[in-house]
């Protein structure tokens, strides 16, 4: 659900204020839209996958909040960090390199507060049980 809500607020925004991506998002085809913003979007009952993509980021950082989090300059992403992204994050993000964006201001400011991806995950994986 957040997927079409995320598109059809930019798709609003942008012809509001006549964005060159206009054209683009005035495609019938919602599906296509969603796999150039979420790179691993999947469909389904409840649908899944918030990790944005270039384009997605691009879009999201023009209409809604967002933090900025530089993981330490030694640190590459890992297959766990984006599994635990993915399963733990309600709102979209983006990663690459050591740099994470995120767009929920609570989960931002735990990793900020913690300061370390790994351990932050512990914490909240441990917090879920």
Known sequence: MIHINFLNYIKKKCKETEHPFNTMLQSDDDSALLRQFFLNYREGNSAKG??????????????????????????????????????????????????????DKQFALHLKLIGDLDVFMQSETFNKK
């Not at 879009?59 to 330490?72: E, T, Y």
């Not at 590459?76 to 992204?85: A, N, T, Y």
């Not at 733990?88 to 690459?96: A, E, G, N, V, W």
């Open 50 to 103: 918030l990790r944005l993509s270039n384009l997605g980021l691009q879009m999201a950082k023009i209409h809604f909040a967002s933090w900025d989090i530089i993981l330490d300059g030694s640190w590459k992403p890992k297959s766990k960090h984006v599994i635990f992204l993915d399963r733990y994050s309600k709102m979209p993000y983006h990663l690459c390199g050591n740099m994470l964006t995120l767009f």
